[in-house]
């Protein structure tokens, strides 16, 4: 029972959470970059993968939990960052596809643009509940 009182209750904290994105990042000067960062948990929680319309950008993804004991926790949160870089100037779509048995799934869709000096903007434009396959 507190193991599904606690998914739920993490449900509720990503529901309402969510997504985050940020400019630049460690080491980049110049702002090129950017970052989407996710929220989940163990147990149930979101997975997340990256479909892009084209290869303008390249990315990089890793995990972080909150706490170092994370292994000896049921229900562990941690977040999901993706960090995208600028390979050639130009304009795609991207989807972020979120996939949970307790929340649901979603789709995230975003507008990825890279101009002449490689500077990569993200800008989310539709989140879709989707039907479970």
Do not use: W
């Not at 029972?1 to 990042?25: D, E, H, K, N, P």
């Not at 130009?90 to 101009?115: A, F, I, N, Q």
């Not at 002449?116 to 989140?127: A, G, S």
């Amino acid at each position: 029972m507190q193991r599904y009182f606690m998914a739920v209750i993490f449900t509720l904290i990503i529901m309402i959470g969510g997504c985050t994105y940020t400019q630049g990042g460690e080491n980049d000067m110049k702002n090129t970059r950017a970052i989407l960062t996710f929220s989940s948990f163990d147990g149930g929680g979101p997975k997340y993968s990256v479909v892009l319309g084209s290869d303008i950008v390249s990315y990089k993804s890793y995990v972080k939990y909150s706490k170092a004991n994370h292994k000896e926790l049921n229900g562990a949160g941690y977040t999901v960052t993706y960090t995208f870089t600028g390979l050639t100037p130009g304009e795609t779509e991207m989807t972020v596809e979120e996939r949970s048995p307790l929340s649901g799934d979603r789709d995230h869709r975003y507008s990825v643009k890279v101009d002449n000096d490689m500077k990569v903007t993200i800008e989310l434009f539709e989140v879709t509940e989707r039907e479970p396959d």
